[in-house]
């Protein structure tokens, strides 16, 4: 690493190369927040996607009278074997009395309440893939066997669902590419201030023989070391602040927020953004010491 | 061993002007030529042009008008990218010395070296032996703010040399050392003069003039006449500048 970085030009001095891992830090710190969202967001459309075009839900209301919850559960009983008959549906589960108190605990509270509300049940309806059940006739058979059935049909509600979350994920992008440009800005600015600083020097070298590219290694050279530097220390920041949200999500109940957790390949991804702010930081000072010398003789 | 051959041209100057930006020409009409092994004084009084025509030679800046070849390439009209490979085979002491003061002086010589890519392990067995040839053994890991300016002039002729450059230009080099070491240094511009090296040396100091006997390029108002060497007796001419 002292070879790499041994440099015939001050630049380790500079104060512009001071700042650079403390901007970059800042960035690659963004960055990361930008690119786990973008990821987290991914796989819960694949998930979505998944669901929006393979599910169905049910809908049974609660019978009323004497023997109210047998009459409810024979009404649940007789539209999932309906539904199981069914060469359209590949499974019909009926969603259990104390998954549904739970998917309502932070609405109603205790399950005591919900026992006595008149609440409807839920059946979880997988479509064989590739078929295209017709809803009305369905609805119609379920009525016979169950009154007042309905069919939910995700697919509105979720493919507007969708349609946020490919907005938010394009949101994340153009974050990271703005981080990515910014990176650039600052690294341009830093290169054309030392430039100018060691340009006695730069014709010193160039005068016994230096060709623009070994002065540019020289520059190029520091500034990924100062980015990567200042890389590892965004993403040591933004590591906490990530398991943070994660365990946030994680608490909220009910399902309002669908569990969102990074794969080990996406944390690997993650790891990458200090190189890869390295590289970006190299290339871009390399280029501009080049395009800058090329004004002299 | 790069031996001196006559008869080879190293630099050919025809009908060369220079003015700085849109001011009157300080170089005008300079037409000489140097043959490959040559060495020359270049005199002239205080502000004659001499650092001028020196920084054409070491392709610092372009002339005005005319042609410059060294080594039969033409360098006042050369893209940019030829320039290195013929500014590795000079070797230019500069008047101000211009080192980098954040380098040592082993460092320093070693920049012509590390320039053209040669490893760290040839670098440490011959830039050490040459300072300490030049008198600075004891200082080699003294970066230059600490030394005297006798002391950076050794370094700066020893950035110039180390390479064994084809051209030598030096622009006073003795100005600062006082008259044993200038003898010496003229003594070691000799010896490389003598491996094959075209010497250009600009210098005040009449005394050495007269006594290394080589030919002057003596500039004047902005005009270059070629004359033989100094005689050893007599008194200064207009061709021997101050001492």
Not at chain 1, 211 to 218: G, K, L
Request: net charge positive.
């Amino acid at each position: 690493m002292i070879g790499f970085l041994r440099s015939d030009l001050p630049v380790a001095r500079d104060a512009s190369g001071q700042f650079l891992p403390w901007l970059v830090a800042v960035m690659v710190f963004l960055a990361c927040l930008a690119l786990s969202g973008a990821m987290s967001l991914d796989s819960l459309l694949d998930r979505w996607s998944r669901d929006a075009s393979g599910t169905l839900t049910v809908q049974v209301p609660a019978a009323t009278g004497a023997n109210a919850d047998t009459e409810t559960d024979a009404r649940v009983e007789r539209a999932v074997r309906l539904l199981e008959s069914d060469a359209q549906v590949a499974r019909a589960t009926a969603v259990s009395r104390e998954r549904l108190a739970e998917m309502l605990e932070p609405w109603l509270g205790s399950a005591e309440l919900m026992d006595s509300l008149p609440v409807p049940r839920l059946i979880d309806v997988a479509v064989t893939p590739g078929a295209m059940p017709d809803l009305d006739a369905l609805v119609e058979r379920l009525r016979a066997v169950a009154p007042g059935a309905a069919i939910d049909d995700h697919r509105v509600w979720l493919a507007r669902l969708i349609r946020l979350a490919e907005g938010l994920r394009l949101l994340a992008w153009a974050v990271i590419g703005l981080v990515a440009l910014a990176t650039a800005a600052m690294v341009v600015h830093a290169t054309r201030t030392a430039l100018a600083v060691h340009r006695p020097h730069i014709e010193v070298l160039h005068l016994i023989g230096a060709t623009d590219a070994y002065i540019a290694r020289q520059f190029a050279r520091r500034a990924f070391a100062l980015a990567l530097l200042g890389g590892v220390g965004g993403l040591a920041l933004s590591a906490p602040v990530l398991w943070g949200i994660g365990g946030l999500v994680q608490r909220l109940e009910g399902g309002l927020v669908p569990e969102i957790t990074l794969g080990m390949g996406q944390w690997l991804v993650l790891l990458l953004l200090p190189p890869v702010a390295g590289l970006l930081s190299m290339v871009t000072a390399r280029r501009t010491v080049r395009r800058t010398l090329t004004r002299l003789l | 061993m790069r031996q001196a051959s006559h008869g080879k041209i190293a630099v050919r100057f025809e009908s060369v002007g220079l003015r700085y930006g849109s001011g009157p020409e300080v170089l005008q009409d300079i037409s000489f030529t140097l043959d490959q092994g040559s060495f020359h004084f270049l005199t002239g009084p205080s502000g004659a042009g001499k650092t001028s025509l020196l920084s054409l030679l070491y392709l610092a800046r372009r002339p005005s008008r005319g042609s410059i070849r060294l080594f039969g390439e033409e360098v006042s009209s050369a893209a940019r990218a030829a320039l290195p490979p013929l500014r590795r085979r000079l070797g230019v002491v500069f008047q101000e010395f211009r080192l980098l003061d954040h380098l040592s002086a082993l460092d320093n010589v070693a920049l012509p070296l590390r320039v053209a890519g040669v490893g760290e392990a040839d670098i440490h067995r011959h830039v050490p032996e040459l300072l300490a040839w030049v008198g600075l053994g004891d200082h080699m890991h003294a970066k230059p703010p600490t030394l005297s300016g006798g002391q950076k002039q050794r370094v700066a002729i020893a950035r110039a040399v180390i390479n064994r450059p084809e051209l030598l230009v030096a622009d006073e080099p003795t100005g600062n050392v006082d008259d044993r070491t200038a003898l010496r240094l003229l003594h070691l511009f000799s010896e490389l003069n003598k491996l094959g090296t075209t010497v250009v040396i600009a210098t005040h100091n009449e005394g050495l003039v007269r006594r290394f006997q080589f030919p002057r390029l003596h500039l004047e108002a902005g005009k270059l006449d070629v004359l033989p060497p100094m005689s050893l007796t007599g008194p200064p001419t207009s061709g021997g500048g101050q001492s």
